[in-house]
């Protein structure tokens, strides 16, 4: 059984290609255009040693697949659907906004109190409602402390909730550890 390539185009294209490809090919002649005031090229330097080589190549190979995948996007064949697909990738932005959210709570309440309670409201908001679900997340979110900061000493600054605790040696472990 043999398919001809505007076939294979129509089973397999999804609908939200169009806007990829313009959203991409876009993002790539941005960063082309902004390439004269991010890097230089330095006089009496080889090709390959020169600083702006590396990043000119590399986006020039982006906005030359980026403008080949547009192109492929423009003479395809259009199937419905391509707002239900651009609203799926915006909904997946959420999980983005629940990061941000974390960086910008945790130097106020502090790494283990954050982390566990983000690990329990994405899995609350996952649908995982039971008490396993919910303890097995709180315990994650604990190992992930233990193992950056106990294991791994990765230095994150204390919180300023941890500053109020009166007794010295409680808030230097809370500061330390917590």
Not at 9 to 30: C, E, N, T
Not at 139 to 166: D, N, Q, S, T
Request: with cysteine; net charge positive.
């Amino acid at each position: 059984m043999t398919q001809t390539l505007q076939d294979l185009f129509k089973r397999y294209r999804r609908p939200g290609d169009l806007l990829f490809a313009v959203v991409f090919f876009l993002f790539s002649l941005f960063l082309l255009v902004n390439l004269p005031w991010q890097t230089t090229w330095v006089t009496r330097t080889g090709l390959v040693a020169q600083p702006a080589f590396w990043p000119a190549t590399s986006i020039g190979v982006m906005v030359l697949f980026s403008g080949l995948h547009l192109l492929g996007a423009l003479v395809s064949v259009r199937i419905p659907g391509r707002l239900a697909e651009v609203l799926y990738w915006v909904k997946s932005t959420e999980y983005a906004l629940w990061f941000i959210g974390y960086v910008l709570i945790f130097p106020f309440v502090g790494y283990l109190p954050t982390t566990l309670i983000l690990c329990v409201i994405l899995t609350l908001r996952l649908g995982y409602r039971g008490w396993r679900w919910v303890g097995a997340s709180a315990l994650f979110g604990g190992a992930v402390v233990f193992v950056f900061k106990g294991l791994l000493g990765v230095h994150i600054p204390g919180a300023a909730l941890y500053r109020l605790i009166e007794n010295d040696s409680l808030r230097s472990f809370a500061l330390t550890y917590l």
